[in-house]
């Protein structure tokens, strides 16, 4: 079965700090999709990043990166120089490829609750 | 470019009542995705439909249903609510069924009293 486990439910920093969010996943499928979204309060989910299970590069985008290690099944992701505006709950999300009986649809971890502190 | 719209921002309704929640996606976008944000349960799967038709549905009762317009625009209707169906829910678009972009809206807050 899938599942994506976020074990860190809530995170305080001060900022400037850097900040690791964790995210496991299993699948049985060879062709999946990882996700990573930011929730802030008011409650649009914001795409971040989206990697494919073949493209095991890691990839940075100004203060984010994300490190996608298919050996231990965790795409991680870190934010360097943490700011105030960085507060929110972020999601890591699993969609299996395929159509035509496949599923489709994302499979959230519980989020984790991130608190950057002036 | 527009985003992906949905409307009402917040409905309060009635146990026993109905609730309409619409999303308009993004323009060329086909596919329609519906995800209930409850407190404590956190995003579930809904809904998934394209071209009109219903591809997928969570683990949720009858009662939830939906549909797909021909311009692609959605809706969600919940029957007899009860009141663990509070909840945000998002609707998220993408431009095909093989196409993992979903790009989400803002959402409905449905607070059943």
């Known amino acids: 079965a899938q599942k994506v486990t976020q074990a860190q439910t809530e995170i305080s920093v001060v900022e400037k700090e850097d900040v690791t969010l964790d995210c496991v996943y299993e699948t049985r499928d060879t062709t999946y999709y990882l996700f990573w979204y930011k929730q802030p309060p008011s409650g649009e989910l914001v795409f971040l990043i989206r990697?494919?299970?073949?493209?095991?590069q890691n990839e940075i985008s100004g203060r984010y990166s994300w490190n996608f290690q298919k050996s231990t099944s965790s795409f991680n992701f870190t934010i360097t120089a943490s700011q105030v505006v960085d507060s929110a709950v972020y999601f890591c999300a699993l969609s299996e490829a395929g159509y035509g009986g496949a599923t489709n649809k994302l499979i959230f971890g519980t989020g984790t609750l991130l608190a950057v502190q002036p | 470019e527009a985003g992906v719209t949905q409307s009402p921002t917040h409905l309060i309704k009635t146990r026993g009542q109905q609730a309409t929640l619409r999303c308009s996606p993004i323009s060329g976008h086909t596919s329609v995705y519906w995800y209930q944000q409850a407190l404590g349960l956190g995003l579930q799967f809904l809904l998934w439909?394209?071209?009109?038709?219903?591809?997928n549905r969570g683990n949720f009762p009858p009662r939830f249903s939906g549909r797909q317009f021909p311009n692609y625009s959605s809706e969600l209707n919940v029957n007899a609510l009860e009141l663990e169906d509070s909840a945000l829910y998002l609707c998220?678009?993408?431009?095909?069924?093989?196409?993992?972009?979903?790009?989400f809206g803002s959402g409905t807050r449905l607070t059943v009293v």
């Open positions: 439909y394209d071209e009109g038709e219903e591809r």
């Open positions: 998220a678009s993408s431009f095909s069924p093989e196409a993992r972009g979903y790009t």
């Open positions: 990697r494919n299970s073949f493209d095991e």
